[in-house]
């Protein structure tokens, strides 16, 4: 899969994909709200506290690209609103599930 191919919100970073995300916390429930400059934005119900959020997260994108929780590793800004979360699965897989995010 070309570079040029993938949405915008995903990078390629040797053999994976990294995912930007901008979120949300304490929202009334977690789910995809479309883009944010360049990023899958994602509202989550959880506070911004002791990384509730982060785990909240990482769980609720597990759960849509239905891969393993230790398939994702948040590398950047786990006290940032934007966060780039690394995604040990096949890039076709990723690609799907974002676009399907974002429909």
């Known amino acids: 899969m070309a570079d040029d191919e993938l949405p915008a919100c995903l990078t390629r970073h040797g053999e994976r994909l990294w995912l930007a995300v901008s979120v949300v916390p304490n929202a009334k429930r977690t789910g995809a709200d479309g883009t944010h400059d360049g ?8 506070p911004p506290v002791d990384g509730k959020a982060n785990e909240t ?3 609720w994108l597990a759960d849509e690209f239905d891969v393993p929780r230790r398939a994702l590793t ?4 786990a006290t940032a609103r934007r966060k780039w ?7 076709p897989v990723v690609v799907e599930a974002v676009r399907r ?3």
């Open 101 to 103: 995010l974002l429909a």
């Open 85 to 91: 979360v690394e995604m040990a699965a096949p890039p």
């Open 57 to 59: 997260l990482l769980a």
């Open 74 to 77: 948040l590398v950047r800004g």
């Open 39 to 46: 990023a899958l934005r994602v509202r989550l119900a959880a």
